[in-house]
T-cell receptor
Framework: DQQVKQNSPSLSVQEGRISILNCDYTNSMFDYFLWYKKYPAEGPTFLISISSIKDKNEDGRFTVFLNKSAKHLSLHIVPSQPGDSAVYFCAARDNYGGSQGNLIFGKGTKLSVKP | DAMVIQNPRYQVTQFGKPVTLSCSQTLNHNVMYWYQQKSSQAPKLLFHYYDKDFNNEADTPDNFQSRRPNTSFCFLDIRSPGLGDAAMYLC????????????FGPGTRLTVT
């Protein structure tokens, strides 16, 4: 059973507009959340993260929002650029149950930004 | 630049023929991970090393083994690859204490014929 879910396999956005990528999780013990970006033929690269004690973290064009009560987080990219076209993975850190802080990943959302 | 390197990038092996994938890092990180990722799926953690301590995920098949001879290198051995083992294999590192980010290599695409 998936503990981290990205229900949209793909998203298409016009350049300059906002991209919103969503992620839901089931385990209330997750204490840290990360977003990774992956281009074809490359490994995932870290993009932005948020601690469970916060509800927002911003880094330039990228903002992550966390709604703990809904077990939901989202990544906002404003404005979107063609170079943002990639697969975005949501990941959660499981710091309990002997997992030693391993990350659990969602399946990813493929973002396409059209010029 | 400090990085995580995986060799080879593409590996073809025959059904049942042992294969070894390698990972090296110049980040001097304590933790090294191996993930398996199949098409349109989430990366799935196989095992990780915290220094020399090996940690196997409960559902990782016995067919998969790992070695970490030193801080810089980690190997993934697949003893008898099956067609279902064809996937992208990702190596990642993490400093360990106090940092939750993982740094990934480019991956090795394994094909089993």
């Amino acid at each position: 059973d998936q503990q981290v879910k990205q229900n949209s396999p793909s998203l298409s956005v016009q350049e300059g507009r906002i991209s919103i990528l969503n992620c839901d999780y089931t385990n209330s013990m997750f204490d840290y959340f990360l977003w990774y970006k992956k281009y074809p033929a490359e490994g995932p690269t870290f993009l932005i993260s948020i601690s469970s004690i916060k509800d927002k973290n911003e880094d330039g064009r990228f903002t992550v929002f966390l709604n703990k009560s809904a077990k939901h987080l989202s990544l906002h990219i404003v404005p979107s650029q063609p170079g943002d076209s990639a697969v975005y993975f949501c990941a959660a850190r499981d710091n309990y149950g002997g997992s030693q802080g391993n990350l659990i990943f969602g399946k990813g959302t493929k973002l396409s930004v059209k010029p | 630049d400090a990085m995580v390197i995986q060799n080879p990038r593409y590996q073809v092996t025959q059904f049942g023929k042992p294969v070894t994938l390698s990972c090296s890092q110049t980040l001097n990180h304590n933790v090294m991970y191996w993930y398996q990722q199949k098409s349109s799926q989430a990366p799935k953690l196989l095992f990780h090393y915290y220094d020399k301590d090996f940690n196997n995920e409960a559902d990782t098949p016995d067919n998969f083994q790992s070695r970490r001879p030193n801080t810089s290198f980690c190997f993934l051995d697949i003893r008898s690859p099956g067609l279902g083992d064809a996937a992208m294999y990702l190596c990642a590192t993490s400093p360990g204490t106090g940092s939750y980010e993982q740094y990934f290599g480019p991956g090795t695409r394994l094909t089993v014929t």
